[in-house]
């Protein structure tokens, strides 16, 4: 009796992108940890479940600094995806795994993170004037409400929302981002405009970014909690105020 072979069916690949987060250590990495701690005590959570690539760029760290820099990260639940500037003779087991630079840049962290620790008060400065609005395009209209855990991206242009944002969920844009409802998550504008703004009607955020410049809820003003308001970068502070 012949048996008819059946043709195994192949293995199917897809490329598929993911948002990772940057950060760039800093010499002396104690204190870099140290000033990182202080952030992390502000916003517990801000990095759980989220990749994060190291940029070691430029920066004087060996193989073993590296590799204990990445066990200290992991002891505060950041799970270093992988290295990028790293020697490439570091492409060993144990290590994360090198990554071409070149990725394209949506925030940044590593610059704004001692300014957010500090709470400059100049970066909550309510008297300002808001820059004169731009006209802008290829705007991407959200008519639902973003939920918890939800992560919206939209990089050429600006993010509308008719709507609210919950608490865990994101949203990040190259322009300016607009919620017409509550904004209790994370709202992160400017990844490619630095004179974009961020507008929402009632202001219960987690967090708030303009251009890689972060405020936590804990800079924001009590006294713009729950109200609508604006916000935009001036130089290197956030301002905010309420809107009319």
Known sequence: MTVEARPRPSIRFHSRSYHAMT?????PVAD???DLDAWLE???????GRPIVLDLTARSLDRAEVAELTKDLLARNIQVLGLEGADPEWSEPGMPPL???????????????????????????KDAAPPAPRERLNSLLIDSPVRSGQYIEHL??????????????????GGSIHIYGTLRGRAIAGASDPSARIFCRKLEAEL?????????????????RGKGVQVWLDSDSLLMTAQD
Not at 99 to 125: F, K, P
Not at 165 to 173: H, L, N
Request: charged content about 20%; overall charge negative.
């Open 42 to 48: 502000r916003s517990p959570g801000f990095f759980a």
């Open 23 to 27: 950060l760039a250590p800093e010499t």
């Open 156 to 173: 050429d242009g600006d993010v509308i929302i008719i709507g609210s944002v919950a608490s865990g969920a994101e949203v990040v844009a």
């Open 208 to 224: 708030l970014a303009i251009n890689g410049l972060y405020m936590t809820a804990d800079d924001m003003e009590p006294h713009l």
């Open 99 to 125: 990554l071409s630079s070149g990725g394209r840049q949506a925030s940044v962290i590593a610059n704004a993170l001692a300014d957010v620790i500090e709470g400059s008060d100049d970066s909550r400065d």
């Open 32 to 34: 870099w940890l140290t």
